[in-house]
Each structure stands twice: as structure tokens, then as C-alpha cells.
């Protein structure tokens, strides 16, 4: 597999960078809240997004996390202005989903206005959701992952900014309406 065609990698013995899969698992994780769900599906997250989404109540708002901007945008939080509906959601899911898995530059959440429900798909390629787990739970069973003691975002890793996707980012930026604001410390991690 080419860089191009990679988001997120790490480096084996011989420094040489290769892609990396999640084992299509999912643990639950203490946090200084509520626990959460920590999930590494092996790929198509954004099936996975859409699925999770799909138990979540609507209208939603969205955050775009752009953290390494390339050739356009600012870096920072691109929230939603407005509340947007499962239609809504789905659409830019499908018109976004090939950026969103194949480039490390961003991030995405998608909460719940009516609900505690939020997913968080973040540039390792692992989806945190939050809220109401056991909704998210039967999902997961549904879709064959299997529960873990814990998923680890190896160490050390690669993160892929690929100019392919330049006018992705900038399409995505100009779909709707954005408030941005700057991004937060934990947003680069």
C-alpha cells in the first residue's frame, strides 16, 4: 500500500513505515467522567460511523477537527452552525467518507443534541463513543467486533497529510456553514 493510500502507520524494527489495522475489536475505558467505549475497527469506519450514528437520536451537531491543515483552512474546530438532521449526516458522511478514512489531518464528532450520545472518530483511526453504551454495544456485536480488555494506539506512528485530498478539505470546509474556533491542546494528541 502507498503512502497516499494510508492515514495512519507505524514504524517497524527498520524504521519502515507500514499501515496499521485495528483488530476489529472494542474495550470499555475509564475516563475522569463516564466510561466509554473505545473502538479499532480494521477499517471502513465510516460504515461503522453510519451504523453507530444510526441508534443515536437526531438532530446532531457536528465538529470537524482540522489539526494539520495543508494547502487551505485554518487549523481548528468546525462546528455545525446549525443542528443537522440523520439526512443531513448520512449525505456528508457518504460525500466525505474516502477523506475522512484515508487522511490524517482531521477529526470528527457527531453528538447528540436530544442525548449524552457522541461518537468521535479521531486521527488513530479508533472511534470513541459515548453516552448510552449499550445501544453502541449491540451495534458492535451486530458487526462483529469482539470485546478487549483494552485497545492500545501503537507507538511510535505515522500520521498521512496527503495532497490528494487538498480539495476534499476544502470542499468539506465549504459544505455547510462552520463557527470555528481554535483548536484545544488534547485536539493534536
Not at 470537524?64 to 495543508?70: A, E, G, K
Request: proline share 7%; aromatic share 12%; with cysteine.
Amino acid at each position: 500500500m502507498s503512502p497516499h493510500n494510508l492515514k495512519f502507520g507505524i514504524l517497524d524494527g527498520s524504521s519502515r513505515e507500514t499501515p496499521y489495522e485495528y483488530s476489529d475489536e472494542w474495550a470499555i475505558e475509564q475516563t475522569t467522567g463516564p466510561n466509554r467505549l473505545v473502538i479499532g475497527p480494521r477499517g471502513r469506519q465510516i460504515a461503522l460511523l453510519r451504523a453507530l450514528s444510526g441508534v443515536m437520536e437526531e438532530p446532531f451537531y457536528l465538529l470537524y477537527v482540522l489539526v494539520v491543515p495543508r494547502d487551505y483552512g485554518e487549523p481548528g474546530r468546525y462546528q455545525s452552525s446549525e443542528p443537522r438532521s440523520r439526512q443531513d449526516l448520512l449525505g456528508f458522511l457518504n460525500r466525505f467518507e474516502q477523506f475522512l478514512e484515508s487522511d490524517g489531518r482531521h477529526q470528527l464528532w457527531v453528538r447528540s443534541i436530544g442525548e449524552p450520545d457522541m461518537l468521535v472518530y479521531d486521527r488513530h483511526n479508533v472511534i470513541y463513543a459515548y453516552g448510552a453504551l449499550d445501544k453502541f454495544k449491540k451495534i458492535l456485536t451486530a458487526q462483529a467486533l469482539a470485546e478487549t480488555p483494552k485497545i492500545k494506539v501503537p507507538s511510535p506512528h505515522v500520521h498521512y497529510y496527503n495532497k490528494e485530498y487538498d480539495a476534499d478539505c476544502r470542499a468539506l470546509l465549504e459544505y455547510w456553514s462552520w463557527q470555528r474556533s481554535p483548536l484545544r491542546e488534547q485536539d493534536e494528541d
